[in-house]
């Protein structure tokens, strides 16, 4: 199994970065020892600045990890432009209003966002805040035009799926897409899921 494994903050953690732990300790990130298909909680292997290994449940360092499906790893990516993904967002700024007080470009936002970051999403209900990046939206997008998803309805998976069979040099066509593809591709953006 692939796996996608992102902080509290959003930013995607890759084997040798570090992380800390809900007591302030740093780690060294090293592996997914158990996905969330086993009761829906992951496992993590870090290892302490003294060497020592230890296998712990993710969420002792705040950790998400989402399970990649083999179609989403073999795709490209960078296929979708940033402008693709800036329209995405402006779709999910007026699909996703309900739950969000709104979809920041971090650009309008300034001290705050981490660099890493180009989008940020706070959740009106309980002012949870989630730093997005691109490649966010790219991985989110992908994960709902997977052919094989059972997140979405087929209704709202249709457009999603032929704008990535449809796509060109010039990335996707975004305005095949409507403000409930945006919210939806945001959602699993900030939460791995739907859940508003």
């Known amino acids: 199994m692939l796996y996608r494994v992102t902080d509290k903050n959003g930013k995607q953690i890759n084997q040798g ?3 800390q732990n809900f007591r302030g ?3 060294t990130f090293l592996r997914i020892t158990r996905g969330t298909e086993c009761n829906g909680t992951a496992r993590v292997e870090v290892e302490y600045p003294d060497g020592w ?20 790893a073999e795709q490209d990516r960078n296929v ?14 007026i699909g996703a209003d309900y739950w969000t007080i709104s979809s920041i470009h971090a650009a309008n936002v300034g001290d705050h966002t981490p660099e ?3 989008y940020t ?4 209900e309980t002012g949870l805040v989630f730093h997005l990046s691109r490649d966010d939206i790219r991985f989110a997008y992908l994960v709902l035009a997977d052919p094989g998803q059972t997140l979405i309805q087929p209704r709202t998976h249709r457009p999603i799926h032929s704008t990535w069979t449809g796509r060109s040099g010039d990335g996707i066509e975004t305005a095949d897409l409507d403000s ?9 953006a900030c939460f791995g899921k739907l859940l508003h």
Not at 53 to 67: E, G, M, R, S, W
Request: proline share 0%.
């Open 17 to 19: 970065d570090q992380v």
């Open 25 to 27: 300790e740093s780690a």
């Open 53 to 72: 290994k230890q296998d712990l449940y993710a969420q002792v360092f705040d950790l998400k990890v989402q399970t990649i499906s083999d179609w989403v």
């Open 80 to 93: 979708i432009t940033d402008a693709n993904v800036d329209e995405i967002m402006d779709l999910a700024d």
């Open 116 to 118: 890493w970051a180009s």
């Open 121 to 124: 999403v706070v959740e009106k």
């Open 180 to 188: 409930a593809s945006g919210d939806v591709i945001q959602q699993i």
